[in-house]
Nanobody
Framework: VQLQASGGGLVQAGGSLRLSCAASGRTFRRYGMGWFRQAPGKEREFVAA????????RYADSVKGRFTISRDNAKNMVSLQMISLKNEDTAVYYC???????????????????WGQGTLVTVSS
């Protein structure tokens, strides 16, 4: 599967942004999907993940209540709605696909075999 992330940009603290990830191929619904981010000088970290059917989601504690992951299997899309953005949310955001997921979406970087190119989110104060 090939992934293309979009929707990043510059936003003021407290603002909102919606990231999208388009996937190629007919097998999109077989993959658990996740969003990760990497800030300058830091390791890539888990943000949110969603199960193959979309009925189960997981979030990093730092984004719970502010970010929402969703997917549309008919359109081969996964999205990340972000509200109440903070300076510390500034990072390159990556969507990723996990082909070995069972029911519960996984949170480890090493568990995702396919990655998009990343989209930059900059939150200014």
């Amino acid at each position: 599967v090939q992934l293309q992330a979009s929707g990043g940009g510059l936003v003021q603290a407290g603002g909102s942004l919606r990231l999208s990830c388009a996937a190629s191929g007919r097998t999109f619904r077989r993959y658990g999907m996740g969003w990760f981010r990497q800030a300058p000088g830091k390791e890539r970290e888990f943000v949110a993940a969603i199960s193959r059917s979309g009925d189960t989601t997981r979030y990093a504690d730092s984004v719970k209540g502010r970010f929402t992951i969703s997917r549309d299997n008919a359109k081969n899309m996964v999205s990340l709605q972000m509200i109440s953005l903070k300076n510390e949310d500034t990072a390159v955001y990556y969507c990723a696909a996990d082909e070995n997921v069972l029911r519960l979406p996984r949170v480890g970087v090493q568990e995702y075999a396919y990655w998009g190119q990343g989209t930059l989110v900059t939150v200014s104060s």
